[in-house]
């Protein structure tokens, strides 16, 4: 489960991503859109306020998410909030667009869920969508695989897998051809997020980026797994004071 509060309080680089997604489309307006993963909403909003005659279903796997979104969209009469996976969701209508931000990374396996989207969507409807693509944190990841191999974190990652599939956009390409898409866009962008201070970057960090390590952990270990990752940073690695090494890959295609 996420912890949704304090997400929606730290996730205005989700946000400004999200933003530049949204004007890749010139919108009529009366769209029926799909927010794949939508999170707290913020971005719910805008999608909301681009498509006044339209309708935003918001769909998120996480019940704090969906609940803290609800919340902050009480008053948009467009949105309709689905709490379920994206890959095996169903919609009560199909959508003119699949918007999806900082999102499908999460999951695992990409052809199961993109040929749900392709069941989702009407003739000729648009996916537009930004995930963490190949390369994403790899610096971050490679201090945190450091940290949870030593001795004594050992023990409470034996079931560890990972969490996150950063695609390469040929891969991406070559799978949304094979599903039926068209005019397939996939490519990566750097977008490296620097935070003012120790404190920031640790809250950030603890609620997004170290969420599938410290799940594994208990109370006490939670402490300590991220206060050793923070010193690591300030001692051994310098240049990543305060930096998120992002890489994020835009998607673009049409069925
Ligand atoms: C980093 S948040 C991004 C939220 C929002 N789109 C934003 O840009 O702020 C990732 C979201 O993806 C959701 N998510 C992950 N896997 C999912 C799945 N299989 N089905 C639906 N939502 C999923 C999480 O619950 C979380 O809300």
Redesign the pocket.
């Known amino acids: 489960m996420?912890d949704a509060e304090t997400?929606d309080a730290v996730?205005s680089i989700?946000?400004a991503?999200?933003r530049k997604v949204v004007e890749w489309r010139i919108w009529r307006g009366s769209e029926t859109v799909m927010?794949?993963?939508?999170?707290?909403g913020?971005?719910t909003k805008l999608l909301a306020q681009k498509v006044p005659a339209g309708t935003v279903y918001a769909?998120?796997?996480?019940h704090n998410?969906i609940k803290v979104a609800a919340r902050n969209l009480k008053d948009a009469g467009n949105v309709k909030f689905i709490e379920?996976?994206?890959?095996t969701?169903s919609l009560p209508t199909k959508v003119d667009v699949i918007f999806?931000?900082?999102?499908i990374h999460?999951?695992l396996d990409h052809r199961k869920l993109f040929e749900n989207f392709w069941q989702l969507l009407d003739d000729k409807g648009e996916i537009m969508i930004q995930c963490g693509g190949h390369g994403n944190l790899e610096k971050i990841i490679s201090i945190l695989d450091e940290i949870r191999k030593r001795d004594e974190f050992k023990p409470f990652f034996t079931s560890w897998r990972e969490s996150w599939y950063f695609a390469k956009p040929q891969d991406t390409s070559r799978l949304l051809q094979d599903i039926g898409f068209k005019s397939v866009n996939a490519h990566l962008m750097e977008d490296s997020a620097t935070f003012a201070d120790r404190n920031s970057f640790a809250l950030f960090a603890k609620t997004?980026v170290l969420k599938p390590y410290l799940a594994l952990l208990p109370d006490q270990q939670k402490d300590r797994f991220l206060k050793l990752f923070l010193d690591e940073i300030e001692t051994r690695h310098k240049s990543m004071c305060w930096v998120m090494d992002y890489v994020r890959l835009n998607i673009r295609a049409i069925k």
């Open positions: 996420w997400y996730s989700q946000e991503w999200g927010d794949a993963g939508c999170g707290t913020r971005l769909v998120d796997i996480d998410m379920s996976d994206i890959s969701a999806s931000n900082a999102a999460w999951i997004v």
